[in-house]
């Protein structure tokens, strides 16, 4: 039986103890206190049952979209992941401002690419793996700050990158986030809200119909809505 069907059938179960823990560079809480944890923190169903999803793959791939947090990799890594890491919002950020400044430099009139055209130069090189490459792929709420070919692009890569049965975990704004955040893992069950520097504005809105054509090549997919309105989706293909 296939990870996806066992996951369908409800017969997989995490289980603990399958990798032995390795000293981790979080500071230890004394007992009986709550876990250390120097930002806010949210629950995250998605997480759990995303973790639930790939329990059982052994040694897999992840691909992480967001910038480096060694809580993160640290966390998957004792679970017997190999961990990549690709900031592509600050990546596809710095790109655009390069091109525009080639584009001073045009005569003008010369022509200039579309903004569709300049994604698709972008991800020749970003997201630069063969097909296949992974067994999951935390986007966060990355699609909600790209413009919309961007956005569908990047979409589109990320679904040939993943193996059959392979999972993402994406998370979008239900309202416009008071700031600028990211995310790393806490525990199966917690997420870290750290703020950072804004580093693009929020694009738009999706609404439930425009998520899942996103990914509507995918098998199977399932949402939650957090109390902060944080929608939180899985997508297994």
Do not use: C
Request: without cysteine; proline residues 6%.
């Amino acid at each position: 039986m296939s990870l996806l069907d066992r996951w369908k059938s409800g017969s997989l179960r995490a289980t603990s103890g399958a990798v032995a823990e390795r000293p981790s560079a979080r500071p230890k809480a004394a007992p009986g206190s709550p876990a250390f944890s120097p930002h806010a923190t949210r629950p995250s169903n998605s997480l759990k049952d995303f973790l639930w999803h790939l329990n059982g793959i052994g040694k897999g791939t992840l691909l992480d979209l967001g910038p480096v947090y060694q809580s993160t990799v640290t966390f998957f890594g004792e679970r017997g992941f190999r961990v990549y890491t690709e900031d592509l919002l600050t990546g596809w950020k710095r790109y655009l401002k390069e091109q525009d400044e080639r584009d001073l430099a045009l005569e003008p009139t010369a022509e200039r690419p579309s903004r569709a055209q300049i994604a698709t130069e972008f991800l020749k090189t970003s997201l630069d793996y063969k097909p296949r490459s992974f067994d999951a792929v935390l986007v966060w709420d990355l699609l909600d700050y790209l413009e919309d070919d961007m956005m569908r692009q990047s979409a589109e890569r990320l679904g040939s990158l993943l193996r059959d049965g392979g999972v993402i975990l994406a998370f979008f704004h239900s309202k416009r986030p008071e700031r600028f955040q990211r995310f790393r893992v806490f525990d199966e069950t917690t997420l870290e809200v750290v703020p950072a520097p804004p580093v693009a504005p929020m694009g738009r809105i999706l609404q439930n119909r425009e998520m899942m054509d996103l990914f509507a090549r995918f098998h199977t997919s399932k949402t939650y809505l957090g109390r902060d309105q944080l929608r939180e989706a899985l997508f297994i293909k």
